[in-house]
């Protein structure tokens, strides 16, 4: 009798087992996962944060060099190249500044960085807002940009012109044609109309 008490015992025990196995499978699979965040940063606040760094300074003294250079030896080709090149990066600047231009190749600089900015805000993904075209409804966007901007460590306070601009709306890049005084300006220092 004790054997046969001891097998319905352990046939109960293992029908229990079972049963609370199936009936806490449904409600663990119901559990909803820790919803997706995602960082964002506004790109025309992270380029200004940038420029207000000496990567900047640095930049145009290079290119001052070489112009200087160029111009001791007259050589009137690579002047023009380099009035190009600073011309272009000027535009290329006020893409990123006043329009959504991609910032990408200077978020190079920062990279090794955003590892540890995820982290602290717990985001799986730091993009920048323009470059984010759709997340499901359930992901969480984060507003990162003072974050980033800060990764460059720049110079001065730039909290003020950061707010200022963040109030505008981005310039659409189509619009963003390069100035007419700085083509005039190119065209005066090489004789053309």
């Known amino acids: 009798m004790r054997t046969n008490n001891k097998s319905i015992l352990s046939?109960?025990?293992?029908?229990?087992?079972?049963?609370?196995?199936?009936?806490?499978?449904?409600?663990?699979?119901q559990k909803k996962s820790p919803a997706l965040k995602i960082g964002t940063y506004d790109s025309r606040t992270v380029i200004f944060a940038w420029s207000r760094t000496d990567l900047l300074k640095q930049h145009m003294m290079k290119?001052?060099?070489?112009?200087?250079?160029?111009?001791?030896?007259?050589?009137?080709?690579?002047?023009?190249?380099?009035?190009?090149e600073a011309m272009s990066f000027q535009h290329l600047l006020h893409l990123m500044v006043f329009s959504n231009g991609s910032v990408s190749s200077f978020m190079e600089i920062i990279k090794v960085k955003l590892p540890g900015l995820a982290k602290t805000a717990g985001?799986?993904?730091i993009v920048s807002k323009?470059?984010?075209?759709?997340?499901?409804?359930?992901?969480?966007?984060?507003?990162l940009t003072n974050q980033v901007a800060a990764l460059f460590q720049p110079k001065e306070n730039i909290d003020k012109?950061?707010?200022?601009?963040?109030?505008?709306?981005?310039?659409?890049?189509?619009?963003?044609?390069?100035?007419?005084?700085?083509?005039?300006g190119y065209c005066k220092m090489f004789g053309k109309k």
């Open 11 to 29: 046939a109960a025990v293992i029908f229990i087992l079972i049963l609370t196995a199936l009936i806490s499978s449904p409600a663990l699979a």
């Open 63 to 84: 290119w001052k060099q070489q112009n200087d250079s160029a111009q001791k030896s007259h050589d009137t080709a690579r002047i023009k190249e380099l009035a190009v």
């Open 123 to 125: 985001v799986s993904v």
């Open 130 to 143: 323009w470059e984010l075209n759709y997340s499901d409804p359930s992901f969480e966007v984060i507003d």
């Open 161 to 184: 012109m950061a707010s200022e601009i963040a109030k505008q709306a981005p310039v659409p890049i189509d619009e963003m044609g390069i100035e007419t005084d700085m083509l005039d």
